[in-house]
């Protein structure tokens, strides 16, 4: 229960796959309770075996989100409150922007006013599901339509 305690508090026992809160008194039997998920992807895995070296953290998640997510990379969902066409995946960006830096594109929005919403949205989202990332966002006028981009800083 050690390690689960200790991954719960560096992620403010919020499930890094829907946002939502983790009860830590919940049963780890309850599809709402507490439970690790390793974030190794199968390209991460093949890495790893040949460094050995960087492992990446373990992030809390809750039973059902870890769960539904199984062997498969995870994908976190845009929310349907935000008005946003072409959305980029979040976690394979944020790993991007972690690994690299630089820009990357997030999504397309119709008015300047949704954009700026999705840019908020998304900095506190990555502020949470990469807690070391300083990212900030940008919104630029495409031919009628407004461009939602991150930058690492």
Not at 25 to 47: F, V
Request: charged share 30%; glycine share 8%.
């Amino acid at each position: 229960m050690g390690q689960l305690n200790d991954v719960g508090e560096a992620d403010g026992w919020r499930c890094w796959l829907c946002d939502e809160p983790v009860d830590p008194e919940m049963s780890p039997n309850d599809p709402r309770g507490a439970s690790l998920d390793s974030r190794i992807t199968k390209a991460r895995a093949k890495k790893k075996k040949q460094d050995k070296g960087n492992v990446p953290s373990e992030r809390l998640a809750h039973k059902s989100c870890n769960t539904g997510k199984g062997a498969k990379d995870a994908v976190v969902p845009w929310p349907d409150h935000l008005i946003v066409a072409d959305p980029a995946p979040i976690i394979a960006a944020a790993e991007r922007l972690e690994r690299k830096g630089g820009r990357e594109i997030m999504a397309r929005c119709p008015t300047h006013e949704d954009a700026v919403v999705v840019g908020a949205w998304l900095i506190d989202r990555l502020s949470r599901l990469s807690p070391g990332l300083n990212v900030h966002s940008d919104v630029a006028s495409t031919g009628g339509q407004y461009l939602v981009s991150l930058h690492a800083k």
